[in-house]
């Protein structure tokens, strides 16, 4: 998740699109597990970021 600082920021910087595909066994196992893709989206957006 971002914070407001980098929501807020998010479209200042060039716009960029990125695609993610998750594929979970079913519907109940991604529920379970949001939390930890969330973080790990934002991780690796962050070190993205990094490389700008």
């Known amino acids: 998740m ?3 600082r980098e929501a807020a ?3 200042q910087v060039g716009a960029s699109t990125v695609n993610v595909t998750i594929n979970a066994r079913d519907a109940e196992s991604f ?3 949001r939390t930890q893709v969330a973080s ?3 991780r690796a957006v962050s070190l ?3 490389g700008m």
């Open 40 to 42: 790990d989206i934002a």
């Open 48 to 50: 993205g970021r990094r």
């Open 2 to 4: 971002l914070s407001r």
């Open 31 to 33: 529920r379970q597990s």
């Open 9 to 11: 920021a998010y479209g």
